[in-house]
């Protein structure tokens, strides 16, 4: 999703509505159900909500203090241990010094200066265990004080267990994990929905001429941020392939293709690196490919009208619409034999071969522009001030619906309207304006299981 609001400094244009889902529940799409109740779809930050929890916390923090005082047991264990055995060692020059006390104390005659020196040595010989019994007195202190933290930590864990009912921590953790992989899996699901909504517009660039189009590669990595740019709707063949979005923002850092075949219209599509583009004057599609500067294939695109034939209402040579969403990519034109009427078909993108046609009924000249999302066609019903998102054909029921989803035309005039699945938005050419659109997208799921 791409900011609503557009301050004037270029860098800070494209900040995302939610920028880290690592602060907590994210909501990026929303919608209203029949009944008033507010719907949306939340983003799971990466660290489990638990983990946030001042129960969870508190029990992590007394957690730590258990591992503190267990090894700081274990040090104690190690010292005692070794603390013991130099005092065993010791015990039997303390005998000696005592028998040969009692002797001295006994015959104070006997006690020459040999005698006198021997005793002296002895008693160096214990001079270590001073130490030694003083780290015994500094020991018993901590254990005195690691007893009052077992049993503050005790009494803290019997009050928290009250208060969280019969789950223990690790038991209410393995149901969180749970829960978060439900809930990975249910927004695996949300990945298309019905259109309810588009955004205010927001203005990225304005420059080129009143007709064009601009576009990413949908298929490109999230990391891939290159944008590409065709000005005019007919004869062109000079596309600007811009490095980032800022690049094209301040339009900088380019390198130009120069098609051998000029376009037609203004539906082209960059997908998985290949420019689908309408060749002039015919009814040809082309693919594109932009590292080798090729063509990679050619066709022609099933007795499509062409040359303003059947354009939108706009005119501008806008007879065939390449399109991208979730399911892959599309072609939107119209033949004589289906009278006019907007006329879907699902392309390979390898061999450019139609794989399936539907019949939308709807005529094509009456129509402002359309877009693909998830293998719903929606169509405007004009391309100047005061249009709206007035039709949608399901592909996957092949049935149709009017609709009345408001869409502000900002600058009075959309030459190209595409909606990008990568990014969710909608890329318009808007009388020499690159605008985006937000959309929401409303989502049913289905789930199985008790939470």
Known sequence: YWCLSVPMSPPSLLQTLFQSPDDGWQVYTSAQAPDGKCLCTAVIPVQGTCSRDLRSRQLRQLMEKVQNISQSMEVLDLRTYRDLQYVRNTESLMKGLDSRLKVATESQKSLNTKSFQELKDKMTELLPLIPVLDQYKTDTKMIVQLKEEVRNVSGSLLAIQEEMGVYDYEELQQRVLVLEARLHACMQKLGCGKLTGVSN?????????RFGSWMTDT?????????????????????????????????????QHLLPHPWAGTGHVVFNGSLYYNKYQSNIVVKYHFRSRSVLVQRSLNAAGYNNTFPYSWGGFSDIDFMVDENGLWAVYTTNQNAGNIVVSKVDPQTLEILRSWDTGYPKRSAGESFMICGTLYVTNSHLAGAKIYFAYYTNTSSYEYTDIPFHNQYSHISMLDYNPRERVLYTWNNGHQVVYNVTLFHVIKTSGEL
Do not use: C, H
């Open 201 to 209: 517009p927001i203005t990225i660039r304005a420059s080129g001429s």
């Open 219 to 255: 298929m490109a990595p999230s990391a891939d941020s290159r944008v590409w740019y065709m000005d005019g709707y007919y004869k062109g063949r000079r596309v600007l392939e811009f490095r980032t979005l800022n690049d094209f923002i301040t339009g900088q850092n380019f390198v």
